[in-house]
């Protein structure tokens, strides 16, 4: 297999908004999500000028952080060159190869005694870099092992066949000949520009005697002031403008030649996209920056399949659930409002990523360990927060159940990505746990035991217990059925339950709390077990059984029980959202 | 135009897709040549990659550089130090060298033979790293391998392995290595073995017509062939009667009392000896050893420049005798003296050493008049600034005593003069190091041709082809029977295109030539 170029890490310093950034990103495509203006563009636009395939890239001082020139930036890549490639033979020197150990680019090790010393198995990396010189032009080097420097040229740079789509609405670039451009690169051969221009300029412009006339009276009198005799109109390069940059690709609509560049900005992309995969590169990396842009989900949901199937390296932000829903199988990074870029890791987010996109698009992603969470939680942040979470940024997610929160809290706190997260304690892990809950902090709610149906059935008082059964319409009949199954009686009168529970030795406390966890481990047989494991959906498992047993904490006046719990987590949450904190009591 | 098989079989199988192609090549035979045409016809075949020519003397590097140059950046041609340098500096780091990897290889003992060393250790270890170097060289050239060092050849194999394709020049008959003690022949015999299992690994072939002498004297080219078949299997080497065309034999005896230091001669025995150097077109004039070189250059009356060729043993032996001296002015002194006593004359230890080295243990004191007080004037220079600034001055000072022809120095006279005024040059940094590293840079791109009539040891005369050349003393203490001496021999006879003297002695002959001509008349 040939392969393709990789970039396998990426460092930027001092470009734009970027004031550093030290970056490992992954084989295949890699999703980059975060907030506005945290620099996930700029990191498409670092990449693109360090492999840029032409030699005259304009740079300002805005391309500087902060504006100040006096220091230099740079876009420095370690990357792997496949042979086939040959980077080696077309480089003007020899290039000295680092060696990849610890996700950085090494010196080797050398036993420098005589005796047999083993052999590195170590793939070699090159690291190649992109400076803006303090006279704001760029300076395009590969280092060697020892940080001397070697040239690296736009020929080796367009070998590296960058793909770029940007997000801005200069989009038709690439469906133009404009020097570099997909279009240029695809079409154009030595010459081929000047020769357009010497057929424009030799086309007749068809004047007539008035305007012949005119430009002889011009003419006459240019000469009478000793000035060159200008006496026809003809093409004149202009200032910023180039000849490629008028001549882009042409389509039929209705029977009318139309450029492609006047269709929408989805088609637009889509085309330019078309015109790059024609070029005759081997190698690719493509860059897509807000990949959603005027394509509609069905259109998006193609380009990913395609840019998945692809083997090359892909570099792409969106903001879009449906993108990040459709780049499940690709990896995530998300960038923080400190600009660092870092990987959500795939097998722990993977699901939670199909299932819930948006969570990884919040301002702050809350996270309950299930359905029970998320009802209980959307009840509790109206009252906590002073506006709704939605319109805070704030996202509410199921994390799917105790074996999947874990890895999904400790993958997303890991980055930067804001995260709070209601989770049960099964005593599972606890060291795991507590690396988490550092990161975390207080957005990290873990019941010191059990789950939220034993936290919160623990403080009713035994003489309302009875009032749980009541579901939200008043009936008791279902619940009341799985504490007669449990208790072995047909009857579910509140008299036989109660005289069951005292003959079983049990309280209906109990009783309740069994039904409601689903414990079944003295169900009487296989089809018990069955039956009893589905119980807890009769009580709060679903979201409006955890919206209802919220309720029940101040219908109940169970609130200030659990209060000192949970006051943490939501002040927390409102420090997120800019609010001052709450006092025990200000909820009810 | 003839076809000779040899020649087309080496094109052919240096075109062959054979990885490995070994060619033994006499001189003389058309190797640059063949080389060079390889190289011009692969190159474009090699679509982005390159071929890598590696010689060991800038001398045939550019020889080869202008017979290819119409292939660009596609035929790279270096020197083997400068590719292993080159590559030891991209490393060293991890080769634990400072990162002027080339300078402290030429002001350390050994250093480009340890630099190799370690860069084989690299590469051995990390052969991805000699991977890359063999995906930018799909061919290797290796000129004159005989001349090629255990580590430098191992580091060539290090890319073979990684894929480039070699093509392998050398001459068993060639090995007289650099300048210093005689080899001996169990250690010549090592590297005629790795010759010989070289062609065993590979397709093997030779070249056999000695095109050099085809405008020159062919029955030359041809004997100095039959004597390089004899000298390479123990056999003498013939001188007929009557000699080919081009070759001529003298007969004279060193009628010196202390023939070690001095050559002289009788008249009759001098005459024709010393016509020989008014040919037209010069002659070269060779010599074993640099004893014997200075010897020849005073026959003539130093009338004629030694050739110094690329190396410059003094002064390398100069830099480091600074470099331990450690400031101390007596220290520098004698390594000032020593320097001057190997590139001039009439400048000795008993004419002016002995008391310039005294002067400077007394630190200049004594109040002296005359020849004393000019060598007073030239130890004060030391004792005022002891270190290689102040040997520059101390030179520079004592040149310009000499072309005064100063009465202090009667009979003094530059004889190595490049090198002299190499070391004049060390003052130009701080550095000693630095300094050295500059001088040795621009003699690269210095003049590859010594003049028209000079003189060599045979050793600086190897890859050299002139018109005329001429071999003396041929008497036992230069050439006897071993394997070196064979050798040396060999790379002596195989200089001239069109005539050769042989100065034969009467008392002690070489026992390397046999025949009628070999016998005094």
């Known amino acids: 297999m040939a392969g393709q170029p990789e970039i396998r890490r990426l460092k930027i310093e001092r470009f734009r908004g970027l004031q550093s950034l030290d970056w490992r990103p992954s084989s295949g495509v890699n999703l980059i999500v975060g907030g506005g203006d945290t620099g996930k563009s700029t990191v498409l636009e670092a990449i693109a000028l360090l492999f840029s395939p032409v030699g005259n890239v304009g740079v300002q001082e805005t391309d500087y952080f902060d504006r100040e020139t006096d220091a230099e930036f740079m876009i420095e890549a370690t990357i792997r060159a496949p042979a086939d490639m040959e980077l080696e033979a077309k480089a003007t020197q020899a290039l000295l190869p680092w060696e990849w150990k610890d996700a950085s680019a090494t010196m080797p090790e050398v036993d420098l005694t005589g005796g047999a010393a083993p052999v590195s198995a170590l793939e070699t990396v090159y690291v190649v870099r992109a400076r803006g010189t303090e006279g704001i032009e760029v300076i395009w080097e590969i280092v060697q092992p020892d940080r001397s420097v070697a040239s690296f040229p736009p020929g080796l740079r367009r070998l590296f066949g960058i793909v770029r789509l940007s997000g801005d609405d200069r989009n038709d670039r690439d469906l133009r000949l404009v020097h570099g451009s997909a279009l240029d690169r695809l079409v154009s051969k030595p010459n081929f520009k000047a020769q357009v221009s010497q057929q424009i300029a030799q086309f007749d412009l068809a004047l007539d005697v008035e305007q012949t006339d005119a430009l002889k009276r011009l003419a006459d009198d240019l000469e009478k002031r000793g000035l060159p005799r200008g006496d026809r109109l003809g093409l004149t390069s202009g200032q910023g403008i180039s000849i490629g940059s008028l001549i882009g690709l042409m389509a039929q609509k209705n029977g009318t030649s139309l450029p492609l560049a006047s269709w929408g900005a989805g088609t637009r992309r889509m085309a330019s996209l078309a015109v790059a995969s024609q070029m005759d590169a081997k190698f690719r990396i493509t860059l897509i920056d807000e990949i959603e842009r005027g394509l509609e989900p069905y259109r998006l949901r193609d380009l990913a399949d395609d840019l998945l199937s692809e083997e090359g390296q892909a570099f792409i932000t969106t903001h879009s659930s449906v993108a990040l829903n459709a780049f499940a199988s690709a990896s995530l990074h998300y960038m923080d409002t400190k600009s660092t870029l870092a990987q959500l890791e795939r097998a722990k987010v993977q699901n939670h990523q199909a299932a819930h996109p948006e969570t990884f698009l919040a301002r702050v992603a809350i996270i309950g360990e299930g359905d029970t969470e998320v009802g209980f939680l959307t009840v509790l942040l109206e009252k906590a927060l002073s506006k709704s979470p939605r319109k805070l940024g704030f996202h509410l997610s199921s994390g799917g159940g105790d074996d999947k929160m874990l890895p999904l809290l400790q993958a997303i706190s890991a980055t930067g990505l804001v995260c709070a997260a209601l989770c049960d304690n099964d005593d599972k892990s606890p060291g795991l746990w507590a690396a988490v809950k550092v990161l975390m902090k207080d957005t990290l709610l873990q019941w010191e035991n059990g789950c939220i149906e034993e936290n919160v059935i623990a403080h009713v008082p035994d003489a309302d217990l009875w009032d749980l059964l009541a579901d939200p319409d008043g009936a008791t009949g279902d619940r009341a059925r799985t504490i007669a199954d449990r208790l072995g009686v047909v009857s579910k009168d509140r008299a036989d339950i109660e005289a069951a529970c005292a003959a079983k030795g049990t309280t209906l406390r109990a009783v309740i709390l069994a039904a409601a966890t689903g414990k079944k481990d003295s169900a009487p047989d296989e089809a018990a077990k069955k039956a009893w494991a589905k119980h807890p959906q009769k009580w709060f498992k679903s979201v409006d059984g955890g919206a209802e047993l919220a309720n029940k904490l101040f219908t109940m006046n169970l609130w200030p029980n659990i209060e000192s719990t949970m006051l943490p987590f939501f002040n927390a949450l409102r420090h997120l959202a800019g609010d001052l904190p709450l006092k025990p009591g200000d909820i009810s | ?521």
């Open chain 2, 1 to 521: 135009m003839t076809v000779i098989a040899s020649d087309v079989k080496v094109a052919a199988a240096l075109r062959s897709s054979e990885p490995l192609v070994v060619i033994e090549a006499p001189a003389g035979c058309g190797k640059t040549h063949q080389a060079a045409d390889y190289c011009r016809d692969v190159a474009p075949q090699l679509g982005n990659r390159r071929v890598l020519v590696l010689t060991h003397t800038h001398a045939a590097r550019s020889e080869i550089a202008s017979r290819t140059a119409s292939q660009g950046g596609r035929v790279e041609i270096r020197t083997i130090h400068s590719f292993i340098t080159e590559v030891a500096t991209g490393y060293h780091l991890a080769l634990d060298l400072p990162a002027d990897v080339a300078e402290w290889a030429r002001s350390n003992p050994g250093g480009f033979d340890e630099v190799a060393r370690r860069t084989r250790r690299l590469l051995e270890q990390s052969p991805k790293i000699a991977k890359a170097l063999a995906l930018r060289y799909a061919v290797i050239v290796c000129d004159e391998h005989q001349d090629t060092s255990e580590d430098q050849n191992a580091i060539i194999f290090c890319l073979h392995a990684q894929g480039s394709v070699l093509r392998i020049f050398g001459d068993p008959m060639q090995i007289i290595f650099a300048d210093g003690p005689d080899k001996t022949d169990p250690q010549i015999q090592k590297i005629v073995d790795r010759w010989t299992k070289l062609r065993g690994q590979g397709r093997a072939e030779g070249l056999d017509h000695p095109h050099r002498w085809k405008k020159g004297s062919p029955a030359l080219g041809a004997w100095i062939l039959k004597a390089r078949a004899a000298l390479a299997n123990g056999s003498l080497v013939d001188l007929p009667s009557p000699l080919p065309a081009g070759l001529t034999v003298l007969f004279a005896e060193n009628t010196s009392n202390v023939p070690q230091k001095m050559l002289a001669m009788s008249l009759a025995d001098r005459k024709p000896v010393g016509k020989r150097m008014t040919v037209d077109g010069g002659c070269l004039v060779l010599g074993v050893g640099k004893q014997n070189v200075r010897n020849i250059s005073a026959f003539w009356g130093h009338q004629h420049p030694i050739w110094e060729g690329h190396t410059r043993d003094a002064l390398e032996e100069l830099v480091r005798s600074l470099k331990a001296a450690g400031g101390s002015p007596t220290k520098v002194g004698a390594a000032f003296l020593a320097f001057v006593y190997a590139t001039t004359k009439g400048f000795t230890a008993s004419s002016h050493g002995d008391a310039y080295a005294k002067e400077l243990v007394d630190g200049c004191t004594k109040a002296r008049k005359g020849k004393p007080a000019e060598i007073q004037m030239l130890a004060k220079i030391i004792m005022a600034q002891p270190d290689h600034k102040g040997v520059s001055a101390c030179l520079l000072a004592l040149k310009t005593l000499m072309q005064a022809e100063h009465v202090a120095v009667p009979d003094a006279k530059i004889l190595l003069v490049r090198e002299f005024n190499e070391a004049m040059r060390l003052c130009a940094s701080d550095d000693i190091d630095r300094s050295f590293t500059v001088i040795s840079q621009s003699r690269t791109h210095g003049s590859h041709r010594p003049p028209d009539r000079s003189i060599s040891t045979v050793h600086k005369a190897k890859g050299l082809e002139c018109k005329n050349v001429m071999v003396m003393l041929c008497d036992k203490a230069s050439f006897a029977n071993t394997a070196y001496k064979r050798r040396l021999l060999y790379v002596a006879l195989s200089r001239p295109i069109e005539t050769l003297t042989l100065v034969l002695c009467r008392k002690n002959p070489t026992p390397l030539l046999t025949g009628p001509g070999s016998i005094p008349p």
